[in-house]
């Protein structure tokens, strides 16, 4: 009998399929309590404006409505806290102003909350909610980064001077200054990097309940990382202790980092829940999501290489002013330092390097991680700045990659902007990208295209990130107000099966299926004998959650350390069991067996002696098979790769079609390469969706102009096309999996690929530069403006 | 209030709603049914996607009242009595065609009518314009496509015509 391999490498078909596909899943806004009320919460409609009165009568006498709150009724409870502390180039704390759970006397982006109505069913609470009488008196506003550093600027807080949160920097000034005064050529670019909103396809979502007789509260909620809520909310917003807060975070219908904070509405349902002793639900419209769950990137740089008269870089120079929108959101402060330039190095030599940072205040919805978070703005400067560096000397693509690599024998690689690189081979995935695209047969397909009236280019992108977030003492130095280690629970049943109790949570991955497949593979028992649990903090020791492609690299080294403790245990067990030495006990494929005979003992055996210890060790060695492990990273992790864009523009319309995308990826070592190709592929999407389509679009007040589906360009499947998707792997030297992470390579490394490739197709018409998303109308501009000196030609 | 009466997934089901309550309402709140999936206010992801006498809807988009008399098919109504999955639900399982599941009944729902409409055969890119109507955020598509075109033969007995592929 030979059972199907599931361990580690197989595409194992996903155990948590046949719940979504039978329409089974179980997410938060399925989850009705009995008794349960509704929430609806009045935002403001105005970026920025004073609130002169809020008259609640006319919305309390609506049929239904049991409570209406304001922030006047939210004196006790604390504002919704940050969890991360920058500081300035001059060593002062980064302003870290209020965010109230309701907004305080001022209302600071459209969306911001201001009141909530709670009633019998949703439609009560929003028909009264309409019945509120807010008077708000316009303040002046600013929504994006240059305007807000304007002088004379509006102030989003009255005692946060020229709307600057931090002014902060890293690298070697001096170094770079002087580099710059020798090098043979200096290119210089500056560029956007286009906000986007996550829109995961599930809206949030939260439900409170309170239990009077316990005093417990329990919070189901749209998250990625039920602990850290459970610690920031009742911790720092309500005062309820951990051992009285429960929060559950059941199947989460995607988040790509939006669902990684805590949100005001999350306290609110919360702590209404205590107050009216019922349980209160709140579901986001589409439209709510729009304006309240964080945005992503809305970064604007100027970025400096200077060069040799070879092209190898000397210096790179970057100045960045980085979106935080009104309020700081719960990680936000770490995205554009410590996750975005520390990368700037990318997979080049660059000896100094020097970035200044300067995130700002305006009135927009505030901006945090979204899949990539601060990498991709890097990833994308960089190699925007390379094809420009090209576009400039003449220089050819490819070659000035090759020529300022990383070498595959120069690790570890210690860059200068503090990361230390444990592994990788930026040429083989180049290699093997170049390959897959046949980027030699490109002219042959260009002069085709040509032929059919067609503008087609090529681009590429070559990058690292740094991921399975991560080191506690680093990030702790580095303004982290929390640790980053992992948490796993391997329980083994008396009679053999596993549930493996895991900190990090599943929005989409499947880690109910690579989890399973990791045990499978070190125990050696089916997938089938093994469940995945995650999401709840009742059932889960602690955890830190999803984020960072962290849960493979973090938690799943955290699963094996526990398994390591398992065999351990199970070897003692075994000895006493088969009299014989612990040290001449060996475990392989699910059995202890004594070496050089032919005695074993299954680990079901093993367990059922743990759990009826009859003829057990039990002096020493205490009764049961169920072992914890927190497991605390050494290092990052450093993905890298290749992407290869190639696209055709229509000259008639300016729409682009991606028409080929091959990414190269490596991300160490690979449990399912099925869940690994769906990730690249739907990280890839993403980033075609940022470079191609999509925009958060403010007026220059605060207005939010995209504010449903109808005005926000999502991907669509006629606008894609398939992405081949290769791996290349190194193995982290750093981590028992040697894993580094997969879940954010995808948007990380194509957006400069595809501009790169717009770009190229656009190189008759002078084209340098030009800002995502590469929309048809911008580049229907472009060639319609160069039609003329085209004909002329 | 206004009584509805209808078939869902093959039972009959009668209940009062308000007059301006959805379909999608009536069948998550006031049966049960949470499959179906609310993902925007503009009748733009279809995750609500079910199907109404035969033809796929965005139960976002239609009162409950409308679906007075009618037959409801939802996700929850796809696989037989006995368990036995729908080849489309099997084979978005088979090709990795969804990762957090939110849109997969929507998703699922428009590709059986978009499968059953053309009984000629589907290219891909036919394929790609007949999802117009649904969001994914996870996948990309690219599996998505892959699991209808494999779906196809199933659905119709025979192999997809020559010309489609």
Not at chain 1, 274 to 288: D, F, I, N, Q, Y
Not at chain 1, 626 to 646: I, K, L, Q, R, S
Not at chain 2, 144 to 159: D, E, F, N, S, Y
């Amino acid at each position: 009998m030979n059972a199907p391999f599931e361990g580690i490498g197989a595409s194992v078909r996903r155990k948590e399929d046949l719940r979504f596909i039978s329409g089974g899943g179980h997410y938060t806004d399925d989850i009705n309590r009995p008794g349960q009320l509704h929430a609806y919460f009045r935002r403001s409609d105005r970026p920025h404006a004073k609130i002169v009165s809020i008259d609640t009568a006319g919305a309390a006498a609506c049929p239904g409505v049991v409570a209406v709150y304001t922030a006047a009724d939210l004196a006790a409870i604390g504002g919704v806290p940050c969890g991360w502390q920058i500081h300035s180039k001059d060593g002062s704390p980064m302003a870290e102003p209020k965010h109230p759970v309701l907004a305080e006397g001022k209302v600071r982006h459209v969306g911001d909350p201001i009141a909530v109505v709670v009633a019998g069913t949703r439609q009560q609470a929003k028909d009264a909610a309409e019945k509120l009488d807010i008077v708000l008196e316009d303040l002046p506003s600013v929504s994006s980064v240059t305007d807000a550093v304007a002088p004379g600027a509006p102030r989003v807080h009255d005692d946060v001077a020229g709307n600057i949160c931090y002014d902060w920097h890293i690298g070697d000034k001096e170094g770079v200054d002087a580099a710059f005064a020798k090098a043979a050529k200096v290119v210089s670019l500056d560029l956007l990097n286009n906000r986007l909103i996550p829109n995961a396809m599930e809206p949030r979502a939260a439900v409170g309940d309170f239990d009077p007789m316990s005093g417990e509260y329990t919070l189901y909620t749209t998250s990625q990382n039920p602990h850290v809520i459970r610690l920031l909310m009742g911790a720092f917003v309500l005062q309820i202790p951990e051992h009285k807060l429960r929060v559950v975070a059941p199947d989460v219908g995607g988040g790509f980092g939006s669902k990684i904070y805590h949100y005001a509405e999350e306290a609110m349902v919360t702590w209404a829940a205590g107050k009216l002793k019922r349980p209160v639900k709140w579901t986001a419209e589409r439209s709510e999501s729009f304006m309240s769950d964080a945005h992503g990137r809305d970064h604007a740089s100027t970025a400096q290489m200077a060069l040799d008269a070879e092209g190898k870089f000397l210096a790179l120079r970057v100045s960045t002013l980085a979106n935080m929108g009104g309020y700081l959101s719960t990680f936000a402060p770490a995205v554009p330092t410590y996750l975005y330039a520390t990368l700037l190095a990318g997979v080049y030599t660059t000896p100094v390097i020097y970035c200044e940072v300067k995130a700002v205040f305006t009135n927009t919805v505030p901006v945090d991680a979204y899949r990539g978070a601060g990498r991709p703005e890097a990833t994308y400067l960089l190699e925007r700045l390379v094809d420009t560096i090209c576009h400039d000397t003449g220089l050819d693509r490819v070659a000035i990659r090759r020529k300022n690599f990383i070498a595959p024998d120069a690790f570890p690689y210690q860059t200068p902007v503090a990361l230390q690189y444990d592994s990788g081979n930026y040429i083989a995935t180049l290699d093997a990208a170049m390959k897959a695209a046949d980027w030699a047969g490109f002219p042959a397909r260009r002069a085709a295209a040509k032929a059919r009236g067609k503008l087609r280019g090529i681009g590429m992108s070559t990058y690292l990130e740094a991921c399975g977030i991560a080191p506690s003492k680093l990030v702790g130095q580095l303004g982290a107000r929390a640790g980053l280690y992992e948490v796993a629970n391997v329980r083994v049943h008396p009679t053999g099966s596993v549930t493996v109790f895991t900190g990090t949570h599943s929005h989409g991955q499947g880690h109910e299926t690579t989890f399973a497949q990791l045990v499978s593979d070190q125990l050696g028992i089916p997938v089938s004998q093994i469940d995945v649990v995650h999401g709840d903090t009742a059932k889960i020791p602690f955890g830190m959650g999803t984020y960072g492609s962290r849960s493979l690299a973090v938690g799943g080294s955290a699963m094996v350390k526990a398994m390591d403790k398992i065999i351990a245990k199970g070897k003692k067990i075994a000895a006493h069991l088969m009299e014989a030495s612990v040290d001449d006990i060996e475990f392989k494929d699910g059995k202890f067996s004594v070496t050089g005979t032919d005695k074993s003992r299954t680990l079901g055996e093993i367990a059922l002696t743990a759990y009826v210890p009859h003829n057990y060790p039990i002096e020493t060695l205490e009764p049961g098979l169920d072992e914890t492990a927190f497991y605390d990273p050494m290092n990052f992790t450093f993905p890298g790769g290749c992407h290869v864009c190639e696209v055709e523009v229509d000259q008639d319309t300016g729409i682009t079609s991606v028409v080929n995308f091959v990414a190269v990826d490596d991300v160490g070592r690979v449990i399912n390469p099925m869940i690994v190709e769906g990730q690249v592929q739907g990280g890839v999407a993403q980033g075609i969706g940022q470079a191609l389509l999509e925009n958060a679009a403010y007026d220059a007040e605060g207005q939010l102009l995209s504010g449903s589906f109808m005005d926000y360009t999502m991907p669509r499947a006629d606008d894609l096309p398939n992405i081949t998707v290769g791996t290349e792997s190194t193995l982290c030297t750093h981590n028992p999996l040697g894993a580094k992470g997969c879940g954010e390579v995808g948007a990380i490394g194509s957006p400069p690929a595809v501009i790169n490739a717009v770009i190229d197709a656009l190189k008759d018409f002078g084209v340098r530069h030009l800002d995502m998303p590469a929309s048809p109308q911008k580049l229907w501009a472009i060639i319609q403006s160069n039609r003329p000196r085209m004909a002329a030609e | 209030m206004p009584q509805v009466t209808l078939t869902v997934n093959g039972k009959s089901a009668s209940v009062e709603v308000e007059a301006r309550t959805l379909l999608v309402e009536l069948l998550r709140e006031k049966l049960a049914l949470t499959g179906t999936h609310v993902g925007c206010d503009t009748s733009q992801c279809g995750a609500c996607v079910v199907d109404v006498d035969g033809v796929s809807v965005k139960s976002c988009t239609m009162l409950a009242v409308q679906a007075d008399g009618a037959k409801v098919t939802t996700i929850e109504g796809l696989a037989a009595a006995d368990g036995t999955l729908h080849p489309m639900q099997e084979m978005f399982r088979e090709h990795h065609a969804l990762q957090c599941g939110f849109c997969t009944p929507g998703m699922v729902m428009s590709a059986i009518d978009l499968v059953k409409s053309h009984p000629e055969g589907l290219t891909e890119a036919e394929i790609r314009h007949g999802l117009e109507g649904n969001l994914c955020r996870c996948t990309g598509y690219h599996n998505i496509v892959k699991a209808i075109a494999a779906a196809w033969p199933l659905m119709h007995g025979k192999a997809m015509p020559a010309a489609a592929e």
